[in-house]
């Protein structure tokens, strides 16, 4: 019977000739994590089951948020991490966000169930894995017996055509895209869905721009993103040798599949800059509609605009310039490998040299942990989310969108579309 990617991912871990939507099944977990910023909630549970890690090789405990602890309670929750890392004999990872980490040791690879703690776990999705949040509680079970329930989710397809990308017209303005496709639906339409992204014009999308694709999704209120794996994944898989490397399966869906929607985009179409305006990263309108607002902050980073092509990007822009004196500028790779390549390449030289604050890996003024904006402040950010108060202030106003556009903002001081860069 023919399937969606998704339900064959789900029924080879449950161990079942075909599921379909709806159904709830048990699957067997192939890899899942636990952060500082949720442990003490994970640990409670975890020692009240009073048993132990079911597969070291396959669960990771990450610092990535309070990296480093800024605060005595930040301080509490790593410690008690590292010393559990320490008691397990388990690696405690701090070389940046955990999706990223996932992408750099080969760990995130072609139908396998990942499943841990983070809202943004969709990102690896980029590379065909079903990979789905859960809460520390949750996590906690995992730890203890390697698997979880799921109730299977309906697919929309969302097929790419045309193509390559306008130039300053990035992964992220195609992703917003896929919000106002969406959005126009109606708020809830994509609630507990897989957003599966096939096509021919995928061929255009590295595995930066799929990572950013799968990560918007989460805004979305998917289950899951599902990006079909091709030659550049595989290319990829075969660079690493891990345990996870010799245990995935490149599925694709049934071109006669039961799927809830279908929605085809032209990459051509996407032919100016999208901002989401406060306070949701689903309120997307044209750059025209809010070029001009004045900045306080500019930030480049998080787990969705941070890699090494984003920061090439947005030096690429700003090289031999100064940013705008009003505007302070941070920039946070979203890995130490990220930032070890960005200084060889010269692009932490240039952006330093033009008033960047280069910060350390990690998830940064994404969640507020710096940058804090004060009342009536605004930051242009390349992160997922401006929720009221995500930065600081609940006076303060976060809008969204690409390093391309955040690195003329920081230039200019105020909301700028990268197609002017001549004027500059």
């Not at 590379?127 to 079970?141: Q, V």
């Not at 992964?171 to 096509?199: C, H, P, V, W």
């Not at 890995?335 to 200084?343: E, N, P, Q, T, V």
């Not at 390449?345 to 507020?368: D, H, N, R």
Request: hydrophobic residues 40%; charged residues 20%; proline residues 4%.
């Amino acid at each position: 019977m023919p399937s969606t990617a998704t339900e064959k991912i789900l029924a080879r871990a449950a161990n079942l000739n075909k599921v379909r939507y709806d159904n709830i099944i048990e699957c067997k977990v192939d890899l899942t994590w636990m952060t500082a910023n949720h442990f003490l909630i994970f640990k409670e549970t975890f020692d009240q089951i009073g048993s132990n890690i079911w597969n070291k090789e396959k669960v990771k405990l990450i610092i990535d948020h309070f990296i480093p602890p800024r605060t005595e309670a930040q301080a509490k929750a790593c410690k008690a991490i590292q010393d559990f890392a320490n008691k397990q004999n388990v690696e405690l990872i701090t070389d940046g966000i955990k999706h990223q980490i996932f992408r750099e040791r080969g760990w995130a690879v072609p139908g396998i169930i990942m499943a841990g703690n983070d809202s943004h776990t969709n990102t690896s999705g980029a590379f065909g894995a079903f990979a789905a949040a859960l809460g520390p509680t949750e996590t906690a079970l995992i730890f203890s017996n390697g698997k979880m329930w799921f109730k299977v989710p309906q697919t929309i397809q969302i097929n790419l055509e045309g193509g390559p990308l306008h130039k300053y017209i990035t992964a992220r303005d195609l992703g917003m895209e896929i919000f106002r496709r969406i959005e126009s639906k109606s708020a809830i339409y994509a609630q507990y869905k897989t957003i599966e992204i096939t096509g021919p014009a995928l061929k255009y999308l590295n595995i930066s721009d799929r990572m950013t694709l799968a990560n918007l999704s989460t805004e979305l209120g998917a289950k899951n993103c599902f990006i079909e794996p091709d030659s550049v994944i595989e290319e990829h898989v075969k660079s690493f040798n891990s345990t996870f490397q010799h245990s995935c399966y490149f599925f694709k869906s049934d071109e006669d599949a039961e799927f809830f929607d279908k929605i085809t985009i032209n990459l051509d179409s996407v032919d100016s800059p999208l901002i989401a305006r406060p306070a949701s990263p689903t309120n997307i309108v044209d750059i025209k509609k809010v070029e001009g607002i004045k900045l306080d902050q500019v930030f480049i980073g998080s787990c969705l605009n941070s890699h090494l092509e984003d920061l090439r990007l947005a030096a690429n822009i700003l090289q031999g310039k100064k940013i705008n004196p009003q505007t302070r500028f941070i920039v946070t790779p979203s890995s130490r490998k990220i930032y070890i390549d960005a200084l060889q390449e010269g692009i932490i030289k240039i952006l330093s040299e033009t008033g960047a604050i280069i910060s350390t890996p990690g998830c940064s003024a994404c969640v507020g942990l710096e940058g804090v904006l004060s009342d009536e402040q605004i930051c242009f950010s390349t992160s997922p989310r401006n929720y009221i108060g995500r930065m600081g202030s609940n006076k303060a106003k976060i809008y969204l969108g690409s390093p391309a556009v955040a690195a003329m903002s920081a230039l200019s001081g105020q909301i700028t579309n990268p197609q002017r860069i001549k004027e500059y």
